[in-house]
């Protein structure tokens, strides 16, 4: 028992560690990010944000970098979904696959723990299952950070392209505009306020517009962005007015939204009804039919 006390113990240390590696990762890259919207430094600040580090890697990150596994730093597909959840740390793809490591080792060690000494069948089954769990959930927990992320830059989108008519009609160019817009909304926005960041340290280090406007879609996978990042390069491309193209698609957005909320109130009522029967229906029935049964049950037991 002393044992298995042990382990389990060894196993909370490194995934407390873990996790609290991550949260001290991501808040200190968000600490940056911040830094760089209220001061504008361009030489020193661009080409942190540019490369997504933001901060000086440490002796520890350096080595767990180079002892790691070339497949888990080079996984284009997992880095790729990572940055859409918005975890762009180089060191990200190497977090994920030790994690998943971690809970493929984790859960059915303790599976099997629980189950120890119970028939064999009886183990494999629970050791099956908690290896099945632990390799699902690292891809279902990324899934909803970026369905999340998503949404919330579909909310914000309309907001963000009502300040970019602003801006422009009110004389600033399109890189300026980006960057006021960035600014504006970092504590309302923060999602859309990075990426719009992201893609005025882009141009500012060298990058073509229409490069960097793309990129943005390809790191939210959010459609409305890829919409707005079309009319951009093709007003740009025509010669046409950016506040009129920018201004019919805000007007679009709001409709848009609009309408989904009205959607999702005329569907709320068919989602309450199973709630509604399965819950609250039977214990009204007992309330209002149980004096009844009893008096019955009572009546007949005289008879």
């Known amino acids: ?3 298995q006390l042990i382990i ?24 940056v990010i911040a830094r760089t919207l209220v001061r504008n430094d361009l030489p020193q600040v ?5 490369r997504g580090a933001g901060l000086p890697a440490s002796s520890l990150r350096a080595r767990l970098m180079a002892l790691a596994p070339s497949g888990w730093r080079s996984d284009v597909k997992a ?3 990572l940055v859409q959840a918005g975890f762009d740390d180089p060191v990200a793809p190497l ?16 599976a ?36 999340l992320r998503q949404e919330g ?13 602003l801006c422009v009609e009110s004389g600033l160019g399109l890189d300026a505009s980006l960057l006021r817009v960035a600014r504006e909304l970092r504590d309302v926005h923060p999602d859309v306020s990075r990426e719009l960041m992201l893609v ?3 141009v500012n280090a060298g990058m073509p517009r229409e490069e960097a406007l793309r990129s943005m879609y390809s790191r939210t996978m959010v459609h409305e962005l890829q919409v707005l990042v079309q009319n951009l390069i093709q007003s740009e491309k025509l010669g046409s007015s950016v506040a009129k193209v920018l201004r019919v698609y805000s007007e679009t957005l709001r409709r848009k939204r609009r309408q989904t909320a009205e959607r999702k109130a005329a569907v709320a009522p068919i989602k309450m009804t199973i709630p509604l029967v399965v819950m609250i229906l039977p214990a009204l029935f007992v309330v209002i039919l149980g004096p009844a049964m009893l008096s019955i049950f009572k009546f007949l037991g005289t008879k």
């Open 1 to 3: 028992m002393t044992f």
């Open 8 to 31: 389990l113990i060894a196993l909370g240390v490194a995934a407390l560690a873990i996790a609290a590696y991550a949260v001290i990762a991501d808040r200190q890259r968000r600490q």
């Open 46 to 50: 661009s080409g942190a944000i540019f």
């Open 79 to 81: 880095r790729d979904k």
């Open 95 to 110: 977090a994920y696959a030790t994690a998943r490591l971690v809970l493929l080792v984790a859960f059915p060690t303790i």
């Open 112 to 147: 099997a723990l629980i189950v120890v000494g119970k028939p064999l069948p009886q183990m494999i089954v629970v050791v099956a299952c908690g290896a099945a769990f632990a390799y699902i959930l690292p891809h279902f927990y990324l899934v909803r950070a970026i369905r």
């Open 153 to 165: 830059l579909r909310r914000s989108l309309p907001d963000a392209v009502d300040l970019l008519v």
């Open 200 to 202: 005025n340290r882009k």
